[in-house]
């Protein structure tokens, strides 16, 4: 019975399926675990624990998380509620606007921004601009699309909604006169809103009936004859509103509505509230519908290399250089599809665009190769998509190269990604309550948290080692410690003057020590797991019956605690010095630290090791050598 002698150099594939347990053929299967959770990859090889979450607010109900970055120095942190929208800047509430949203619309905005103007939409809601004035004045206000200087005419999208056969009658040329449709088509919501007849525009003031309605008249119509030559306003509360925007080449794209749901609007270069088609000058607006042989509802539009539109089936490419109504150009590059229930607006992580497919369980990189010209879409979840349920928020952490994916459990899925060194490696962070929304501001991750019915806003910190988590210090040795009433009945972990101490139980917001203290560190613990996949039966020349772990050396980096079950249960390796005081924080050790095993294992689908504690000290994996005694 040979000794075998096993060394995992690094985790750079991340967690990944019980299924490639029979693919040790694979790269993945050495550079992979079983198990990875609370833990980060670094784009090295290594795992750490994850960072704590600093408590920052709490908030009255579920809803979602925007960052407004107006510069480096100026950024801004967005929590949108049921009627309300609170504004944060390095975590101090700066105001608090009235918002129209609702907490089941919040899942399905979309938002872009430019300098100082943030654009919300949502289809059934009016678009609102939040803008920020140089004296830090906040106003959250309707769009406002520009208005001809000779006559009130506003240079919005038009379309006609009804059948083109319908014919509409004017009564007059000017003033207060009546429209009289042919068939049907007015309902009372369109009160308010705006015809052109003949191409000339007038204003609804009220509606008689289907067929009747009565207007004043804008511009001087053409005549009183009968006429196919109409439209209305694209946007209403008749037929909704648009459901996606952005950016690009010094247009404002609109990227479909509620009614119009396979429609792009460019507005005229230069001029974003401007969408007069004109005579198709090369820097007038462009319209025109996604039409193919499957359904092409615009989810998101994004600006990258060109302009990206992702629809509910397929993902398209908008080009023209520049974009002209003469040049533009419409591709499908994929056939993947988007999300639909819900919008999680893509990510750009280092020129590739990061979006959640249709079916819940993939992400997809969205990239340019200049050998095909063309997009591909990878799925950057495929070795693990047993993590990936039903993504409902992501953000990128460009510092730490952490892209965060909520999920609709509450779980937070983060992935490692580095693609110059092929690192996409993925883990699950867990914690007591459930995750519902994510953003980077600035190198800063916020998290909106739901814990027992009580919504926090948290972020986070790297020198936390506990959730919902506050640190304090006094000149003088405290025994009470108050300002958490946010984990009122909640058990927490202490760790007082850099020593951990007993659980308490927070009352009134306070809790008391066993002992004074002039710091400390107090929230809620998490565990964090590393479980290896099971030996590799190829790289030991066959298929292993049982097999024995001899001894594992792990190596280690600033440690200051290691748990470890080596086939007699979870068990402290002692890092501290023999005679090392209990009352001092323990050193944070670097290097190997070998751990005698014994006891065969018979189950070739189960881990000879595995790591597994909670607490709050720090500790980094690097590499772990393993030797095994096995038997065919």
Not at 220 to 242: C, I, M, N
Not at 499 to 523: D, F, K
Request: proline share 5%; aromatic share 8%; glycine share 8%.
């Amino acid at each position: 019975m040979p000794i075998v002698q096993n060394i995992k150099t690094n985790f750079t594939a991340g967690e990944v399926s019980r299924r490639l347990l029979g693919r040790g053929d694979l790269r993945a299967y050495e550079n992979g675990a079983l198990t990875l959770r609370n833990l980060f990859i670094h784009p090295t090889g290594g795992v750490s624990r994850r960072s704590g979450m600093r408590f920052i607010d709490t908030v009255p109900g579920g809803g979602r998380l925007i960052d407004f970055e107006f510069n480096t120095e100026q950024t801004y942190l967005l929590v949108l509620t049921t009627g309300a929208l609170r504004i944060y800047q390095d975590d101090t509430l700066v105001t608090t606007l009235s918002a129209p949203w609702n907490v089941s619309q919040i899942s399905s905005l979309n938002w872009t921004q430019s300098a100082d103007t943030l654009l919300i939409v949502h289809p059934d809601v009016p678009p609102k601009k939040l803008t920020r004035s140089g004296a830090g004045v906040w106003a959250l206000t309707d769009w406002v699309f520009d208005t001809a200087t000779s006559v009130n005419k506003i240079y919005q999208p038009m379309f006609k909604f009804a059948d083109g056969a319908i014919t509409v009658t004017p009564s007059g040329t000017t003033g207060s006169v009546t429209l009289t449709a042919s068939s049907s088509v007015f309902l009372a919501g369109h009160a308010n809103t705006r015809l052109r007849v003949g191409g000339k525009e007038v204003l609804i003031t009220s509606v008689a009936s289907g067929t009747v309605v009565q207007v004043t008249v804008i511009e001087t119509l053409a005549g009183t004859t009968a006429t196919k030559d109409w439209e209305e306003q694209s946007f209403s509360a008749v037929r909704g509103y648009p459901t996606s925007c952005a950016f690009h080449q010094d247009r404002l794209v609109i990227g479909g509505s509620r009614d119009l749901p396979n429609r792009l609007w460019m507005s005229k270069s230069g001029e974003l509230w401007n969408f007069d088609l004109g005579e198709g000058l090369d820097d007038e607006s462009i319209e025109f519908a996604i039409l193919s042989d499957q359904v092409n509802a615009i989810r998101n539009v994004f600006s990258g290399r060109h302009l990206q539109v992702f629809t509910s089936g397929a993902e398209w490419q908008v080009t023209g250089d520049p974009l002209t109504p003469t040049t533009v150009q419409l591709n499908r590059q994929t056939r993947v599809g988007s999300v639909v229930d819900r919008s999680v607006p893509p990510v750009d992580v280092d020129g590739a665009t990061i979006f959640v497919a249709r079916n819940g369980q993939e992400l997809r990189e969205f990239i340019y190769t200049d050998v095909e010209a063309a997009y591909r879409s990878n799925d950057l979840a495929l070795l693990a998509q047993h993590i990936i349920r039903d993504p409902i928020d992501q953000a990128f952490d460009k510092k730490n190269r952490l892209l965060h994916l909520v999920l609709a459990d509450g779980g937070i899925a983060t992935l490692t990604a580095y693609r110059a060194e092929q690192v996409a490696a993925w883990t699950l962070q867990e914690t007591d309550g459930k995750a519902l929304s994510v953003a980077a501001v600035g190198e800063v991750i916020y998290l909106l948290i739901e814990r027992g019915g009580v919504y926090t806003v948290e972020a986070f910190d790297e020198a936390l080692s506990m959730d919902s988590a506050l640190a304090g210090s006094s000149t003088t040795p405290s025994l009470t410690w108050s300002g958490l009433g946010h984990l009122n009945g909640k058990t927490v972990t202490i760790l007082a003057d850099g020593v951990l101490r007993p659980s308490a139980v927070v009352s009134g917001g306070i809790v008391t020590l066993a002992t004074p203290a002039t710091s400390v560190q107090i929230g809620l613990p998490y565990t964090h797991v590393v479980e290896p996949l099971p030996p590799n039966a190829l790289s030991n020349g066959g298929i292993v019956r049982t097999a024995r772990l001899v001894e594992a050396v792990f190596r280690i980096e600033s440690t200051a605690a290691l748990r470890v079950d080596v086939g007699r249960g979870l068990r402290d390796v002692p890092l501290r010095e023999v005679g090392g005081s209990l009352d001092t924080p323990p050193p944070e050790v670097s290097g190997d630290i070998r751990v005698r095993a014994f006891g065969w294992q018979q189950d070739g689908t189960k881990s000879l090791w595995r790591i597994e504690q909670s607490v709050p000290l720090p500790f980094t994996l690097l590499s772990v050598a393993t030797n095994i005694k096995a038997s065919e």
